[in-house]
């Protein structure tokens, strides 16, 4: 799929890895629709984007809500041929913490975000691309999903986070083997460290640390690799049902 041709959803979109994509995206002549929650920021990175960009305040959770908006946003753009879904949350925590055991309620809301919020925009994407014109090899459309490395090596505090994760990377191949019929291919992204928002503010001992876990190059991810690295996965029609670890080699301690 070439680039220029893309129209594309992108969950999380106003900030960190998915404004990165949806940066990359329009720069090379695409259109984009940002899904997130952060109004503010929505309206202002729509403006800079410019006419190709399009806010829409979606919760990912809401079945309802993500399958409106994805009509929506295709009426706006011409249809949809690709879904990003970037959207996730920490939801870090010990199962027994020194308040007791985690609430159910934290492991539930990091679940419902970082997974079910994944398969609600898939499903919705993947509905709507069904109906497009074939192109090249009978390609209707492309979804990349967001994972981590902690679904491989979860550190301690990270249960609700690592089985979230873990459950994106799980549902990769079922979907991408199910949607070979009408032409959809699934991709997942599983990043080590990068340097988003949420390391913002942090020591900077606790930085420096983060940078020299990473074997090489020592320092942390930025957005724009990741961004690069949809782009290769868009453009590769022979990429399907796979995780691409974008880590810098990092294994992750158990604390």
Same mark, same amino acid.
């Given at each position: 799929?070439?680039?220029?041709?893309?129209?594309?959803?992108?969950?999380?979109?106003?900030?960190?890895?998915?404004?990165?994509?949806?940066?990359?995206?329009?720069?090379?002549?695409?259109?984009?629709?940002?899904?997130? +929650?952060?109004?503010?920021?929505?309206?202002?990175?729509?403006?800079?984007?410019?006419?190709?960009?399009?806010?829409?305040?979606?919760?990912?959770?809401?079945?309802?809500?993500?399958?409106?908006?994805?009509?929506?946003?295709?009426?706006?753009?011409?249809?949809?041929?690709?879904?990003?879904?970037?959207?996730? +949350?920490?939801?870090?925590?010990?199962?027994?913490?020194?308040?007791?055991?985690?609430?159910?309620?934290?492991?539930?809301?990091?679940?419902?975000?970082?997974?079910?919020?994944?398969?609600?925009?898939?499903?919705?994407?993947?509905?709507?691309?069904?109906?497009?014109?074939?192109?090249?090899?009978?390609?209707?459309?492309?979804?990349?999903?967001?994972?981590?490395?902690?679904?491989?090596?979860?550190?301690?505090?990270?249960?609700?986070?690592?089985?979230?994760?873990?459950?994106?990377?799980?549902?990769?191949?079922?979907?991408?083997?199910?949607?070979?019929?009408?032409?959809?291919?699934?991709?997942?992204?599983?990043?080590?460290?990068?340097?988003?928002?949420?390391?913002?503010?942090?020591?900077?001992?606790?930085?420096?640390?983060?940078?020299?876990?990473?074997?090489?190059?020592?320092?942390?991810?930025?957005?724009?690799?990741?961004?690069?690295?949809?782009?290769?996965?868009?453009?590769?029609?022979?990429?399907?049902?796979?995780?691409?670890?974008?880590?810098?080699?990092?294994?992750?301690?158990?604390?």
């Amino acid at each position: 799929m070439q680039i220029d041709q893309v129209k594309a959803v992108v969950t999380g979109g106003v900030s960190g890895l998915g404004l990165a994509v949806a940066k990359m995206l329009v720069d090379r002549g695409a259109s984009v629709a940002l899904l997130d +929650i952060n109004d503010e920021k929505g309206a202002a990175a729509a403006s800079d984007l410019g006419a190709k960009a399009s806010y829409h305040r979606t919760d990912v959770t809401s079945e309802e809500g993500v399958a409106a908006t994805l009509q929506q946003a295709a009426e706006r753009m011409g249809g949809i041929n690709a879904a990003i879904s970037c959207a996730g +949350i920490l939801g870090a925590g010990r199962v027994l913490g020194k308040e007791g055991p985690m609430p159910l309620k934290t492991f539930h809301t990091t679940v419902m975000v970082n997974l079910i919020g994944s398969f609600n925009v898939a499903k919705a994407a993947a509905n709507l691309m069904q109906g497009n014109a074939p192109g090249a090899d009978g390609e209707r459309g492309v979804i990349v999903n967001t994972a981590s490395i902690a679904a491989y090596e979860g550190q301690i505090g990270q249960a609700a986070y690592s089985a979230s994760k873990g459950g994106v990377i799980g549902m990769t191949l079922p979907m991408a083997r199910e949607f070979a019929r009408i032409g959809v291919r699934v991709m997942t992204i599983a990043p080590g460290v990068f340097h988003t928002p949420m390391v913002d503010g942090m020591p900077q001992n606790v930085y420096d640390s983060l940078c020299a876990q990473v074997p090489y190059p020592s320092r942390l991810g930025t957005p724009e690799e990741f961004a690069g690295t949809v782009a290769f996965i868009l453009e590769n029609r022979y990429l399907n049902g796979s995780v691409i670890r974008v880590d810098g080699a990092i294994r992750l301690a158990p604390k």
